[in-house]
Structures are given as C-alpha cells and as structure tokens.
C-alpha cells in the first residue's frame, strides 16, 4: 500500500483534513505521515520534518505527497534531497488539499497504486465543478479504459438518506466496489447521466444524486452478485445516516 505525506504550514489544518479523510475509509488505513509546522509554534513548513515524514511511510509501493501553499511544495522538493533511499519513488502531487486528500486517502485504502491514487486526488474537485457547472477538467468517471457493464447485472435503488451521495455514502459504495472481483458503475436516473466508476468516491459524487433519486447500480465479473448485495444493503440501510 502506498504512503501519504501531508506538508502544511498549520498543524492544526493538516490533522483536521486527515481526520476528515478518514472518517470515509472503510477498512484498512493507508499509511499517513504529517509534516506541518516550522517548530515552536510557528508558522511554515521545514525540509526535514518532510524528509522524515517521506521515510516514515516509505515503500516499495511508493509515497503520494500532499502540500498547501507554495513554500510547501519548495519545501518537499529540498526535502528529496535529503531522503536516505535515492530509488524510493514519491510523487509530489498538484491535487486540491483537502478534497484531494479525502479521495486519495480513500482510493489508497482500497489497495490503488501510485498512478491511480495520484490520478483519483487530482480529480478531486469534478464534484464541484459538476455541480457548478463550470465545465471544470473531465471527471474521473470517463476516464479512458474503463469496462463496460451492459452485460452484467444491476439493480435500481432509491435514495432515501438524508443528503444522498455526497461524501461519506459515496467513499461506502466505493470501498465496496474496490473490494470486489467485479466492474461496478452507477447512474443517476433522475438526470440521465452516463454510469460512473462505482470504486471512485469522487466520480460518484459527480452524479448529483439527492435524497428521493433513483441510481442504477450495474456490475460484471466474478464478485457481481456480492458487491451489487452489499450496495443495496448500504443503500436499504440509508448509510446509517439514521
């Protein structure tokens, strides 16, 4: 599993957007390390408080290193110098902190490479440009390559949550479909939209789907029939939004 390196000028920003993070992983944590501060109290970041952080997550898998503000990233790249292992892959990523924080800490849970845990956070904001509508970078939902499950099965289900699929009931439907041998996707018919990766908590929110929509849930592969029972249960269960 990868590691996650948060660089921050404030403490107290970076703990609370890992805490948010991981109030949506469900299962195993991917490694996290903090690196926020200039010492004593004072605002910045310090190289080798990063350096150290790097080290501490570090693995053959490889380390996804989050940053604020500009003097972080200046930070981070001196801190490279200093790490002990030269062949140790890390990738300093352009993703938004905090809602790319929240989808790669979710994706690496499920076990993601590299590549695709970089990829999932530097899509994070499709959400809210989606909803915005503007015509922001082109979701993770279309990314290229994804499988098509016409031929599978699926299900139609009724949101009846509160707030529908926004965060902490998407990151749910994800961490299924991450776990299962299967392709799964979701659509909101209520708009019509494509179907979405049902394994990206980011492309699930891109749907808009709101309390009283319906989603169609649809999933090829071995681990079909379980992932699309455990969706329907989450969904029957309202998230435990109760």
């Known amino acids: 599993m990868i590691g ?3 660089v921050s000028h404030s403490p107290a920003l970076a703990q609370a957007a890992v805490d948010l993070a991981l109030q949506m992983v469900q ?5 996290i390390a903090i690196a926020a501060g200039a010492g004593d109290g004072v605002i910045g970041t310090d190289a080798a408080k990063v350096a150290a952080a790097i080290e501490e997550v570090a693995s ?6 989050f940053m604020d503000l500009g003097s ?4 981070t790249e001196l ?12 990738r300093l990523t352009s993703a938004p902190f905090v809602e790319g924080l929240l989808a790669g800490i979710v994706r690496a849970s499920g076990g993601a490479s590299l590549d695709e845990v970089e990829r999932e956070a530097r899509g994070a904001l499709a959400a809210k440009s989606a909803q915005l509508g503007d015509g922001a970078d082109e979701p993770p939902a279309a990314e290229a390559g994804h499988p098509s499950t016409d031929d599978g099965l699926s ?6 949550n509160p707030s529908g699929l926004h965060a902490r009931p ?4 994800a961490a299924a479909a991450m776990a299962a041998d299967a392709t799964t996707s979701v659509a909101n018919l209520r708009t019509g939209s494509a179907p979405v990766r049902a394994d990206s908590s980011i492309a699930l929110m891109t749907l808009g789907a709101r309390t009283g929509d319906s989603i169609r849930v649809s999933s090829t592969g071995p681990g079909a029939p379980g992932v699309i029972a455990k969706i329907t249960a989450l969904v029957a269960d ?3 939004e109760d």
Not at 27 to 31: A, I, L, N, Q, T
Not at 72 to 75: D, K, P, V, Y
Not at 79 to 90: C, H, I, K, N, T
């Open 238 to 240: 309202r998230f435990g």
């Open 170 to 173: 998407a990151s749910l439907i």
């Open 27 to 31: 299962g195993v944590r991917p490694p």
């Open 155 to 160: 299900v139609d289900l009724e949101l009846t």
């Open 4 to 6: 996650i390196v948060v």
């Open 60 to 65: 053959a898998d490889g380390v996804l290193v």
């Open 72 to 75: 972080a990233l200046m930070s």
């Open 79 to 90: 801190a490279l110098e200093f790490v002990a292992d030269p062949d140790l892959r890390v």
